[in-house]
């Protein structure tokens, strides 16, 4: 299929007409609406919707907000015929309302360089897995040698912990790099001031459109009928806070500073035909964790990493999605079994994607083997961890015949350590 916003049709380009992601942008008439992409342009859904070409089937305007949650919410329906009315309306077949209305088509297409990307919405709560195993086993390896690499609960469990969502930022946010309290092992008394060994995490975050009740567990399926669709997450890790505070109830500090996303949600629609199962199971799981159907995606993901006055980003891994051992339907299943309510606006990260050679690495941590081999970037510098100034950038698609289904990009920033005011 085919758009005649003729951008779209690149091979290369990360909206054609079978992605149609959602969004929210300030435009240029100062408004701050949800939005469509397509090609070079996004889409003003606030004027196709007072138009009468889309409906989510709400009384009032889902479209004309600052966030996406009332469409969220709004249900699958609503989801499908958006989605559906859209294609109609983008599609290369003869004329359509809007490619043959001039008026309306200057409304409604604005130019992607002409908008401001914003949160696509409103976070209702953020938890954090660890789903990956290949991750896990190499921190674990790290952290208490191969024999213990994995927790005994990891094979049964999605392993996670609740976040802050007071921290999740929109891609292009600048990130102030945390200070915290750090001990290292040869020292006597831990000492506080800015992270010395500041990494990233790359993940992908599912988002929760329809709710769960509170006491009321859910199945696996019915966990995968609740997800809107999926950003790129990156889940900023101080790695030197983390390693004193995590025991016993794992990371606080070291990962509540920031939580960077990519400004599109991707929908389960446009991924449906890239759906592919999780890994081969090593431990039977309990049966409320069994999925029914293929629940994983086969989504490329690569990390790159672009120093403070250097024109060459460094691509620093490349890795697919389809290396979780659990589905982010599996992870929400488990978030909701033992009666935990789930909200619309929720946000599920995956746990840091890592392949199983060095060059699928999700975390710094892991590329520099605990900061013991620096990797060279094009221009020659080193890194262990991230420096000042550093620009880390995740990207993400899904390959399909002649298009892509793509993320964008999720990027960001570190800004030097602010000093408590007094010291
Ligand atoms: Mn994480």
New binding site residues.
């Given amino acids: 299929m085919k758009s005649w916003i003729e951008s779209a049709n690149n091979p290369q380009c990360h909206f054609p007409i079978q992605n149609l992601p959602f969004g929210v942008a300030i435009l240029p008439n100062g408004k701050q609406n949800c939005v469509s992409a397509i090609g070079d342009y996004v889409v003003d859904l606030a004027v196709l919707e007072a138009a009468g070409l889309i409906t989510s089937h709400n009384s009032q305007s889902v479209f004309n907000q600052s966030a996406l949650n009332d469409f969220m919410q709004s249900g699958a329906k609503a989801w499908d015929d958006v989605r559906a009315s859209l294609t109609t309306l983008l599609r290369k077949a003869g004329s359509t309302s809007l490619s043959a209305n001039d008026t309306l088509k200057q409304q409604v297409l604005i130019p992607l360089d002409d908008v401001t990307l914003m949160m696509p919405f409103k976070v209702s709560e953020y938890t954090?897995f660890?789903s990956g195993k290949q991750h896990a086993t190499n921190v674990g390896t790290m952290f208490r040698g191969p024999e213990n690499a994995l927790p005994p609960n990891w094979l049964h469990i999605p392993i996670g912990y609740n976040g802050r969502a007071s921290t999740v930022v929109v891609s292009g946010t600048p990130i102030i790099r945390p200070s915290g309290q750090t001990k290292s092992p040869d020292a006597d008394q831990p000492t506080f001031g800015p992270c010395k060994r500041l990494d990233i995490?790359l993940?992908m975050g599912a988002v929760v459109g329809i709710p769960s009740k509170m006491g009321h567990p859910i199945s696996v399926q019915q966990a995968d009928d609740m997800i809107f669709g999926y950003v790129l997450l990156n889940?900023w890790?101080a790695r030197d806070i983390q390693a004193w505070e995590y025991q016993p109830l794992g990371p606080f500090q070291a990962?509540a500073f920031a939580t960077s996303i990519s400004p599109w949600i991707i929908t389960k629609a446009a991924l449906e035909q890239f759906r592919t199962t999780t890994p081969q199971r090593e431990k039977p799981l309990l049966k409320y964790l069994q999925e029914p159907k293929p629940m994983s995606y086969d989504i490329e993901l690569t990390v790159s990493i672009q120093p403070d006055k250097s024109n060459t980003p460094t691509t620093i891994s490349h890795t697919n999605y389809n290396n979780l051992y659990y589905s982010a339907a599996q992870q929400l299943a488990h978030h909701a079994s033992s009666g935990c309510k789930m909200n619309t606006g929720d946000l599920l990260?995956s746990?840091?994607i890592s392949g199983t050679e060095k060059s699928g690495f999700g975390s710094l941590l892991e590329i520099s083997w605990g900061g013991q081999e620096p990797l060279t970037l094009d221009g020659g510098q080193t890194r262990t961890f991230i420096e000042d100034g550093d620009t880390l950038t995740l990207s993400g698609w899904a390959q399909g015949d002649g298009y892509k289904i793509g993320f964008g990009e999720c990027t960001g920033t570190i800004l030097p350590a602010i000093k408590i005011s007094g010291e």
Avoid: A, R
């Fill in positions: 954090d660890y995490e993940e889940d890790s990962k990260g746990g840091t």
